[in-house]
Every structure is written in structure tokens, then in C-alpha cells.
T-cell receptor, first 111, second 120 residues
């Protein structure tokens, strides 16, 4: 079936470096994508979203890139900080009001 | 605003027991959702509601029931708890479908802190 997946289950980066978390999706009809951050013991927290009519969107220290040709989504975090350590999920809307979540990537920031 | 609140935070059930997980949001959101998250996994949608009196099944509805009598509350009911229902349960809400052209879209979902349920 349609699914959202991630390439890397764990990403380890040095503090201050940039991080890139990738996500592949399979449903070309998906029109809305979200990145969530989940810290240990907490619920997912919205980071940034992007509609399918855009290919890039920037927030504070974060950028989401959408490549519809290859059905690829990425989250870029600039100047990664220890507080960025968490599990990051991408999610896509492909059926009305429902989101399909990927399996998550754990980001570990080394001091 | 408190956002989305969930109670209890933790619960241990015996097989066959029943319980209700409570979820309340104070953002006047029409859409509410229940997810479960198994260890090391992503979230799977159990049930969702597009407004008071309207509910629909998600990806994994078996063993659960929901009701939506008010805009604010969306309780999740487990009637006969099974070990397979050991998980962390998250409630979420959103305002309305997204504004992008080309069909439906879910606006940003705001999540509660979760309920950790263990069935022994």
C-alpha cells in the first residue's frame, strides 16, 4: 500500500553542523507534508509543513524541500544544537483528513 | 490555551479489563484524532472525528471505540484490553482541511502528551 518511509533510522551529527533528514513517499496524490519532532516521553511537535504546490519552505533554522519528481522530502536543520536531539517524523496527507506517518529518524547531536 | 490534554498519563490494565482514555482540546478544533505509537515506530491512526457526532475509522480501529458528543472531547474506549494494545496513545486536533488546491489536506495537527498503556 501507499506509505511514507525514511532512509536513515539514526543520524549522528556534531553540534553546529547542519543536519539533513530524508523521507520518501509513494503516493503521488499527496498534497500536504509535515515534519514533526518528538522528544523522549512527549507527543509529536509540529516543525514545518509544505504544500505540494511548493518545493521549498523555510522556517527558523529549518528548511523543508519537496521533490515531487522523485517523491522525496527532506528536513534541513541549520547549526544543529543539542536541543535538536529527538526523533523526527515526516507525514503526508493522502486521504482526506488523515495523515500517514513515516517510521521516524533519530537525530543525535554530539557536543 | 492548554492545547490538547490527555488523561491518564500512565495506566496498567489486566487482560480483559476496560478503560477510557480521555482527550480534551480548548482550541475549538473540529478535527480530532487518536493514534497509537508502538516502541520505535511511527504513529498509526486509530479513529478520527471531523466534528461533534461524526467519527470514522483509521488504519487500526479494531479493539477500540470512540465517541464525539462535544467539540472539545474525544474519548477512546478499550472494551477488552489485550497485550497487543500495549502502546503509547496520542490524541491530536486540527482546525480544518488545508487550503491547498487539488483536494483535501489536513491542517497542522497538535498533539497531546500521550498516555502510556500497558496490558498484562
Amino acid at each position: 500500500g501507499e506509505s511514507v518511509g525514511l532512509h536513515l533510522p539514526t543520524l549522528s551529527v556534531q553540534e553546529g553542523d547542519n543536519s539533513i533528514i530524508n523521507c520518501a513517499y509513494s503516493n503521488s496524490a499527496s498534497d500536504y507534508f509535515i515534519w514533526y519532532k518528538q522528544e523522549s516521553g512527549k507527543g509529536p511537535q509540529f516543525i514545518i509543513d509544505i504544500r505540494s504546490n511548493m518545493d521549498k519552505r523555510q522556517g527558523q533554522r529549518v528548511t523543508v524541500l519537496l521533490n515531487k519528481t522523485v517523491k522525496h522530502l527532506s528536513l534541513q536543520i541549520a547549526a544543529t544544537q543539542p536541543g535538536d536531539s529527538a526523533v523526527y517524523f515526516c507525514a503526508e496527507n493522502n486521504a482526506g483528513n488523515m495523515l500517514t506517518f513515516g517510521g521516524g529518524t533519530r537525530l543525535m547531536v554530539k557536543p | 490555551n492548554a492545547g490538547v490534554t490527555q488523561t491518564p498519563k500512565f495506566r496498567i490494565l489486566k487482560i480483559g479489563q476496560s478503560m477510557t482514555l480521555q482527550c480534551t482540546q480548548d482550541m475549538n478544533h473540529n478535527y480530532m484524532y487518536w493514534y497509537r505509537q508502538d516502541p520505535g515506530m511511527g504513529l498509526k491512526l486509530i479513529y478520527y472525528s471531523v466534528g461533534a457526532g461524526i467519527t470514522d475509522k483509521g488504519e487500526v480501529p479494531n479493539g477500540y471505540n470512540v465517541s464525539r458528543s462535544t467539540t472539545e472531547d474525544f474519548p477512546l474506549r478499550l472494551e477488552l484490553a489485550a497485550p497487543s494494545q500495549t502502546s503509547v496513545y496520542f490524541c491530536a486536533s486540527s482546525s480544518q482541511p488545508g487550503l491547498a488546491g487539488g483536494g483535501g489536506g489536513t491542517d497542522t495537527q497538535y498533539f497531546g502528551p500521550g498516555t502510556r498503556l500497558t496490558v498484562l
